[in-house]
């Protein structure tokens, strides 16, 4: 059996959505890890004329030390969401495929999940389930491990607890981890690659890499999906 494990990231640009589909049997997402400002929880990036911008879910303030399970969106998040749309529509709407796809982004973005875990597991299982990808997730949380511990070893402790013997890691993870050491514990460890992929953004030089959101104003369903297999394993 083949996983991976990765942190709830709302939007994610595509990589993170060819890491759920063929590659994996089970998709672990670490809803018990802890929030980061730095992170792409509850923020990406999306084009406005010709450069990327970032946006930004706003959420209460709170401790920073809490997991992303424990953190809410603030009070005033549907309007700053609002906002966001409103945004996307101004830059997007002569996007080939903005009729077609920004029902679904909307969705995603006045859902009325408040706490900000529920709200990105939310919008993965809905973009999930319009790519066609039908990869089981799993929350971090439901696992019986150890929370103290941590990074390399908590995800061998995953992989044993699951029973697999393949883990399957974004390829950002090539100096964090050992393939020894996983080999050791009868895990083979490999890391996915995307292949680069382009398409047209109206007349600007092309911006990679950016959300989902805007793979889906350039392109229909159909293509979207097929770029979902443009990956290495290495």
């Known amino acids: 059996m083949k996983i991976a494990i990765m942190q709830p990231y709302f939007c994610a640009y595509i990589g993170y959505y060819q890491l759920m589909i063929n590659s994996v049997d089970k998709f672990v997402i670490c809803d018990d890890m802890q929030y980061t400002k730095r992170g792409w929880f ?6 406005d004329n010709g450069t990327e911008k ?21 009070d005033n998040s549907i309007q700053a969401r609002i906002k966001i749309l409103r945004q996307i529509k101004s830059f997007y709407k002569k996007a080939p495929f903005f009729s077609q796809n920004y029902p679904l982004i909307r ?4 859902q009325e999940n408040d706490n900000l875990f529920d709200f990105i597991h939310f919008s993965v299982v809905e973009l999930c389930l319009n790519l066609g990808i039908k990869t089981k997730i799993i929350l971090s949380s439901s696992l019986d491990i150890d929370p103290e511990v941590k ?7 995953i992989c ?7 883990y399957i890691n974004s390829i950002g993870g090539m100096e964090l981890y050992n393939k020894e050491l996983f080999a050791k514990k009868g895990i083979d460890l490999k890391f996915i690659k995307s292949k680069y992929i382009e398409y047209p953004q109206f007349d600007s030089k092309f911006v ?3 959300s989902i959101i805007d793979v889906l104003m350039f392109n229909d369903i159909e293509q979207v999906k097929s770029y979902l297999e443009e990956y290495d394993l290495v």
Do not use: C, G, H, M
């Open 151 to 157: 990074s390399q070893n908590r995800v061998i402790e």
């Open 107 to 110: 969705r995603l973005f006045i």
């Open 208 to 210: 990679s890499w950016l």
């Open 160 to 166: 044993k607890y699951l029973k697999t013997d393949i």
């Open 42 to 47: 509850n923020r990406n990036r999306i084009l």
């Open 54 to 74: 970032i946006f930004t879910i706003p959420l209460k303030k709170d401790n920073s030390y809490l997991n992303v399970n424990l953190r809410y969106l603030a």
